[in-house]
């Protein structure tokens, strides 16, 4: 199975990178808003360099042809500059992956406990976690080198798509879509669509940006308590 | 002379090294292979269709849960989902799904044959065959028929499988009422290449029976933790309902 994964650790970390731009594209463009109607990528992307912090709940859903419900999960996520990332399920397990910018850490809730885990693919996620900076800095939409990104307009809001470049990861996923909320002042949703059907759909809700997130929010070995963290995201909103 | 003690000395140290590693070995051979008591011919008899029958109806007839896994492969974790469906056309469908989206399916029969549903770049189809089927007919689909029961050494009763089609016996372990299981064990030429602990039993809503919310397992390749985390309970249609 070593041998397995090591194989496709190369594919994986794709995926991953994927997945987390996509959701890295959400972060970033929680930023602040523009008073503009109309927009470009550019003006998407320098919006993106604004958030320094950002706070949100969501709702994943993954929708798989095997099955006729999708598989839901909810959650929240943290994002701090910078490539300061946690991305926490709530139910219908516990679950954290974090990242404190220079590793990153996985903890699973197991006999009523955090457990560390000696995650494997590591270094892969950490490499997603340096991709997070250089989205952060504004530099998405201009050096999109793995992606065709396009912007249209949508009746709710703009949506950004990425569209792979390599024809290997175009087998696998076909897209990621990020639709943005009409005044850019934050993301709705985030669909991944895989080749052959499958999709999952991100949901965000309860958005806040630009609040002070408690220090060992990021900790790789002791993170923060949610309930600290979810308080001081709503002391933030009130202030607002 | 001093000489040859030391060299006596030395020879009995390393002997006796050995034996103490050989004796640690035999200990752990033996801890891992339970003494098996035979019991009387009816009560065996009464035994295996008691365990078997538990065992059948420990999960609903038709079923949809989910599973948190975490895979340990030469000491490094990896986390996933497992989706189980169990439903009227006899075969429990599992797909196992990461952070990336689907990473494999697979389709475990009733009468024990299986197929890859869903393959992907990231898992080999062999390997989905090999090793995730033979975790879902091991911990879900309940065993043929038992062709022997016994009782441990420390109470607990325990049921034999004939040899599979894999070539391994499975040897459930249930508590001394046979109304729980506890473990079970691949035997294969005397040796145990798989092992699973089931603890944490609970109910879930629409389904009375507590079934085991924790798995442990122990393989040659893998370590596997398996949390239930949720089921659901399909719910038959009635007899002569309009569809």
Redesign the interface.
Do not use: H, N, V
């Given at each position: 199975?070593?041998r397995?994964?090591t194989k496709?650790s190369g594919?994986?970390t794709n995926?991953?990178w994927?997945?987390a731009l996509g959701l890295l594209t959400a972060i970033t463009a929680m930023a602040e808003p523009t008073n503009a109607p109309a927009f470009s990528l550019e003006e998407v992307s320098r919006a993106m360099g604004k958030a320094k912090t950002v706070f949100t709940r969501f709702v994943q859903e993954?929708h798989?042809s095997?099955?006729n419900?999708p598989?839901r999960?909810e959650g929240v996520l943290c994002f701090e500059k910078p490539g300061r990332v946690r991305w926490e399920i709530t139910s219908?397990?516990k679950?954290i992956l974090v990242s404190d910018g220079s590793g990153v850490s996985?903890f699973?809730w197991?006999d009523e406990k955090w457990k560390k885990?000696?995650?494997?693919?590591a270094s892969a996620m950490q490499a997603v976690i340096a991709q997070i900076a250089a989205v952060m800095e504004g530099r998405y939409a201009s050096e999109s080198r793995d992606y065709i990104v396009s912007l249209a307009a949508n009746p709710d809001g703009p949506v950004i798509t990425l569209v792979p470049r390599n024809e290997?990861m175009r087998?696998?996923?076909q897209a990621i879509e990020v639709h943005l909320a009409a005044d850019l002042k934050g993301t709705r949703r985030i669909v991944?669509r895989?080749t052959g059907g499958?999709f999952?759909d991100i949901r965000f809700s309860e958005q806040v940006i630009g609040l002070e997130l408690p220090v060992r929010t990021f900790d790789r070995n002791a993170p923060l308590a949610l309930a600290d963290i979810v308080q001081a995201a709503g002391k933030s909103k009130a202030q607002h | 002379m001093p000489k040859v003690i030391l060299m006596l000395q030395a020879r009995a140290s390393l002997a006796a090294g050995l034996f103490a590693f050989a004796f640690l070995l035999s200990g752990c051979v033996s801890r891992c292979h339970y003494q098996v008591l035979p019991l009387d011919g009816t009560l065996a008899q009464d035994f295996k269709l008691t365990a078997h029958e538990n065992l059948a109806g420990l999960f609903p007839p038709q079923y949809r849960s989910v599973q948190r896994a975490v895979i340990t492969v030469s000491r490094k974790q990896f986390t996933c989902d497992g989706v189980l469906e169990v439903s009227t056309n006899d075969s429990w469908n599992l797909a196992i799904v990461s952070n990336l989206g689907v990473v494999t399916g697979v389709r475990v029969n009733r009468d024990g044959s299986s197929e890859a549903v869903k393959v992907t770049p990231l898992f080999r189809e062999s390997w989905a065959r090999q090793f995730v089927a033979n975790d879902v007919r091991r911990l879900f689909v309940p065993p043929p028929e038992f062709i022997s029961a016994g009782r441990l050494d420390d109470g607990r009763m325990v049921c034999e499988t004939a040899v599979g089609s894999e070539g391994g016996v499975a040897r459930y372990i249930c508590i001394s009422d046979g109304q729980r299981w506890q473990e079970l064990e691949v035997l294969r030429g005397g040796h145990r290449e798989y092992h699973a602990l089931l603890r944490g039993y609970r109910t879930f809503a629409g389904h009375a029976r507590e079934v085991p919310a924790e798995m442990e397992v122990r393989a040659k390749k893998y370590q596997l933790h398996l949390r239930l985390v949720q089921l659901d309970v399909k719910r038959q249609p009635a007899p002569g309902a309009a569809r």
């Open positions: 199975m070593k397995l994964l496709s594919i994986q995926w991953i994927l997945f993954r798989l095997l099955f419900e598989l999960s219908p397990y679950s996985q699973e197991m885990l000696d995650a494997g693919l290997t087998k696998m996923m991944l895989e499958d999952t | -």
